[in-house]
């Protein structure tokens, strides 16, 4: 079982950046892709961006694409999302979560960490 642990969330003004982290622990060796979800107040959880475990391919929405950054430290077992420009619209809670091959749906969550962005 892998264990996810989200920081780095806050108050940040429009236009401002933050970089949040995903401490991953336990069988990491499992770990196909790990991405960045968020759920905005009122709204259902969206995709965010997702880097291949062992191979660091990234992928990212075209929301996300240009303003968003998703990195790895294999060494520290984190990831990571560089958020710059932020928006009002990218308050929300931010989760992290591991896909073992079939999906996130069925991988590890972390229990996430708010990002509020005033304008």
């Known amino acids: 079982q892998v264990r996810l642990a989200e920081s780095g969330g806050g108050l940040v003004q429009a236009g401002g950046s933050l970089r949040l982290s995903c401490a991953v622990s336990?069988?990491?060796?499992?770990?196909?892709?790990l991405a960045w979800f968020r759920q905005p107040p009122g709204k259902e959880r969206e995709f965010v961006s997702a880097i291949n475990w062992a191979r660091g391919s990234t992928y990212y929405t075209d929301s996300s694409r240009g303003r968003f950054t998703i990195s790895r430290d294999n060494a520290k077992n984190t990831i990571y999302l560089q958020m710059s420009n932020l928006k009002p619209e990218d308050t929300a809670v931010y989760y992290c979560?591991?896909?073992?091959?079939?999906?996130?749906?069925?991988?590890?969550w972390g229990h996430g960490t708010q990002v509020t962005v005033s304008s």
């Open positions: 336990g069988r990491t060796s499992s770990i196909l892709t």
């Open positions: 979560a591991s896909d073992y091959g079939l999906g996130y749906n069925t991988g590890s």
